[in-house]
């Protein structure tokens, strides 16, 4: 099992900023990748930013620029700060893990796991 613990979302100006960040625990084995969604009122959910193991980063193109996605590794968490946010970013964000998780000594499954979400208003 993997539980994810969310932080950060809130209410902001247009232009201002907000930190997320997501810590996983439990029994991760190794985390293979971390990222944040979105999902707007009557939107489909939608991949804002991802970071795998190996350090490679991904963005939507509506966030290029603003929102940057980083991880720390030997907490198992992962953060998206999010500058110049728009009247269009508001949203519940939630915070995605692949991992591999020990199943038993020697054995270990892969697994995905989403946080409970965080709501971010951008509203002046």
């Known amino acids: 099992q993997v539980q994810l613990v969310e932080s950060g979302g809130g209410l902001v100006q247009p232009g201002g900023s907000l930190r997320l960040s997501c810590a996983a625990s439990?029994?991760?084995?190794?985390?293979?990748?971390m990222g944040w969604y979105r999902q707007a009122p009557g939107k489909e959910r939608e991949l804002v930013a991802s970071?795998?193991?190996?350090?490679?980063?991904s963005y939507a193109d509506s966030v290029k620029g603003r929102f940057t996605i980083s991880r720390d590794n030997a907490k198992n968490t992962v953060y998206l700060q999010m500058n110049s946010l728009k009247p269009e970013d508001p949203a519940v964000f939630s915070c995605h893990v692949e991992a591999f998780t020990t199943v038993s000594p020697g054995r270990v499954r892969r697994l995905d796991a989403w946080g409970q979400g965080t709501l971010v208003t951008v509203s002046s």
């Open positions: 970071i795998t193991s190996g350090g490679s980063i």
């Open positions: 439990g029994s991760i084995f190794s985390i293979i990748a």
